[in-house]
């Protein structure tokens, strides 16, 4: 089949070997790639005797089969392995030109086991694999060392960690060219861990196409709904992922001083539009992405990429400040430390709660925006409090006495929608495999955009058919890898069919669905294995005991546990959410899980 | 009476992102035809009022009152991937 190399690479930095073996195609038909492929092997790679930051936890950089192939957005790349801040499954994705890269020097994916004994990087050139002495990188932040490692023009491209991950903060992120991030669940210190600073790819080959004619017709067709779009062609090259900062704030769903109220009065001043209006600097975009919604903005102290949406709502809404420019400040930092900036800015909002509920002593409040950056700062080297706050909000709150101030679910932070104004973004946070998550199912296109169709976001009879369908679509897209916001503008449909064509392989876009199906499925299965249960499956109790006392959510909690009963009932699990053998049976996962199942029991 | 807030590229229509109900810019042609087709709201056109989708309630027919507020969004999409 093309799409895919064939290849996968094992680097095993206790000895220093490095190992190339062929991917099974058959594992490439039912899991696709990315995230899909890297769930695959880290049910066979770590089981549940192994902690999160062990040597053996692995790491396991995975594209997908249409990454590389000039299809729109096909730039993206997973990094799969144990969470450090959940003990979940995880796998984190991010755009860019890494990835693309990484495949063009010919692999699917890159397995990364054991620790070095002192700091190393590693090569990936068409000349070979080689692992290098990174003894003069380690302490340096990210930019430093994506220009010491040569980023070239993006002839050659730079994965680190920063001075987070080195210090395993439980929310450091991985940094790819620079300023992207594979960011949530701490993969960062997974790789601190293991003494590796930094990889760096040079590739010279694009993937193969079965079908060129096909394919480029295709390109056509997806060119043209993306510019035909107003999503894609106006409201996201022009302000940004922020742009939906004021919608949400209207409608009361916009989690403001740790989710105590879901109105902030700075959210104009925090918005994408005051975002372009005051500090815009220009757009960018990833490898073959004609969409462009990266920002690149500057304030008199620094001028970087970003913020996201997410990232101004956790310095912003979630901390009770409106000061736009701390914000970038903020933001910029993180990117330099290697922070997963939506766990700091929760986590910081957290210990605001914290002090002054009088259960902390910090000088961390609400609105302080001169504190963000010290926390920051902080929180990477793992000075003072900020040894506490590089744990996470819900060590951080349960530490103080009050675990039910971490807005959290299985330990991973909140993205920036409240689950009482969304009531089925609050079952696809809680449902979500890798921890709360607004990336595992677009409920707010379905619950507030009315994409690709309009329901009522306060309905809670029915919903979970609609976080089924989208869970397992979003987890088919970070398999291919493509960007969700592709998907706003083209289905699933020509994601299908573009995967056709590459692959001269007929998949029919229930395929695709099916194996997005099967990915979950399999995610589940992992968090079981590790001992998650239902109990896992829920929300902060604020969420769903505190109704909100004023704006157009008032009176709403989230009414989980109906959504939850009809979820488990939908996805074909049991009363307990486990999958039944008839369904893993159905998704041809029955061998793949019981035979792991016994291996792992008689270990 | 109640007040209009334009979001989004829809600004670039008005002098001030704030503006009253039955104001001359509400009538300006660029506006209307960023906002309706056919006399009807353009798709995905978002019209809250009081954070409540216009849709949800009796669309442009919702009476409204001297202290309500409406906020119209331009297609707009959100969230990091």
Same mark, same amino acid.
């Given at each position: ?21 062929? @991917? ?12 899909? @492929?890297?769930? =695959? ?19 396991i ?6 990454? !590389?192939?000039?299809?729109? *957005?096909?730039?993206?790349f ?18 860019? %030109? ?14 990364? =086991? ?10 990936? *050139?068409?000349n ?17 060392v ?37 960011? =949530? ?29 096909? %394919? ?30 004021n ?11 740790? %989710? ?10 925090i ?8 500090y ?16 690149i ?14 990232? *101004?709502?956790?310095f ?12 970038i ?25 914290? *002090? ?28 003072d ?49 890798r ?22 976001? %306060? ?16 987890a ?19 994601? !299908? ?26 995610? =589940? ?68 899980v019981n ?8 270990q | ?28 042609a ?52």
């Amino acid at each position: 089949m093309n799409g895919w190399t064939g290849k996968i690479l094992d680097i095993d930095l206790s000895d220093a070997t490095v190992k190339t073996y062929e @991917l099974d195609m058959e594992m490439a038909r039912l899991f696709l790639g990315g995230r899909g @492929l890297g769930a =695959r092997l880290l049910w066979d790679a770590v089981g549940p005797a192994i902690e999160p930051l062990s040597p053996d936890n692995v790491l396991i950089f995975a594209t997908g089969p249409l990454t !590389a192939t000039g299809y729109q *957005t096909s730039n993206r790349f997973s990094v799969t392995t144990k969470s450090p801040l959940t003990g979940t499954i995880l796998d984190a994705n991010s755009g860019g %030109f890494w990835g693309m890269q990484f495949k063009k020097a010919g692999y699917d994916a890159l397995v990364v =086991r054991g620790r070095a004994e002192r700091p190393v990087y590693v090569e990936i *050139t068409p000349n070979g694999v080689t692992i290098e002495d990174a003894k003069h990188l380690w302490g340096a932040r990210v930019g430093a060392v994506t220009e010491q490692l040569g980023q070239n023009d993006n002839r050659r491209n730079v994965l680190c960690i920063g001075p987070a991950g080195e210090n395993l903060s439980r929310m450091a992120a991985i940094m790819n060219d620079g300023r992207r991030s594979l960011a =949530r669940g701490g993969p960062g210190a997974v790789m601190g861990r293991k003494n590796l600073k930094a990889i760096v790819v040079e590739g010279k080959e694009r993937p193969g196409i079965q079908d060129h004619e096909g %394919f480029r017709f295709l390109l056509y067709e997806s060119r043209k709904m993306l510019r035909t779009s107003p999503l894609t062609s106006q409201a996201l090259p022009e302000f940004g992922t922020a742009v939906v900062m004021n919608l949400i704030n209207h409608i009361g769903a916009l989690p403001t001083r740790n %989710f105590q109220q879901s109105q902030f009065e700075g959210a104009e001043a925090i918005s994408g539009e005051a975002l372009t209006e005051k500090y815009l600097v220009k757009n960018a975009s990833c490898w073959a992405c004609p969409i462009g919604c990266t920002r690149i903005s500057r304030t008199q102290k620094v001028e970087g990429e970003g913020p996201e949406y997410e990232t *101004t709502w956790a310095f912003g809404a979630q901390c009770g400040v409106d000061d736009l420019a701390a914000i970038i400040e903020a933001n910029h930092l993180c990117n330099e430390l290697g922070l997963d900036t939506i766990s700091t800015g929760s986590t910081i909002g957290c210990a605001m709660e914290l *002090t002054e509920r009088g259960l902390l002593d910090s000088d961390l409040r609400f609105g302080r925006a001169d504190m963000l950056a010290p926390a920051i700062e902080a929180l990477a080297y793992r000075r003072d409090l900020g040894d506490d706050l590089a744990d996470g909000s819900l060590r951080l709150a349960t530490k103080y006495g009050a675990p039910e101030l971490s807005m959290s679910v299985k330990g991973l932070e909140m993205p920036a929608y409240d689950p009482r104004g969304m009531q089925g973004q609050g079952l696809l946070y809680a449902t979500s495999n890798r921890g709360a998550c607004h990336m595992r199912g677009n409920m707010l296109g379905l619950e507030v955009l009315g994409l690709p169709k309009r329901i009522d976001r %306060f309905q809670v009879q029915g919903k979970s058919s609609y976080v089924i369908l989208h869970q397992n679509i979003a987890a088919a897209i970070d398999s291919l890898v493509v960007c969700k916001f592709t998907h706003m503008a083209v289905g699933e449909e020509y994601f !299908a069919r573009v995967l056709s064509a590459v692959s001269g392989v007929e998949f029919s876009t229930g395929d695709l669905v099916r194996a997005g199906e099967r990915v979950w499925n399999l995610e =589940r299965m992992y968090n079981l294995r590790e001992g998650f249960t239902r109990s896992d499956d829920t929300l902060p109790s604020r969420l769903l005991r505190e109704p909100l006392a004023d704006g157009p959510s008032k009176g709403w909690v989230n009414e989980l546990e109906p959504m939850l009963a009809e979820y488990y009932r939908a996805r074909g699990w049991d009363r307990q959410g486990v999958p039944t053998q008839d369904k893993l049976k159905e998704l041809e996962l029955e061998e793949i899980v019981n035979s792991q199942q016994s291996t792992v029991n008689s270990q | 009476m109640a007040r209009v807030t334009l979001y989004g590229g829809l600004r670039r229509h008005v002098s001030a992102p704030m503006q009253q109900l039955d104001s001359v810019t509400m009538r300006d042609a660029e506006l209307q035809a960023a906002l309706f087709e056919n006399d009807r709201p353009r798709p995905h056109v978002r019209v809250l009022v009081n954070g409540r989708n216009l849709e949800w309630m009796r669309g442009l027919d919702t009476p409204l009152e001297q202290d309500h507020q409406v906020a119209i969004f331009p297609p707009i999409a959100g969230g990091t991937p």
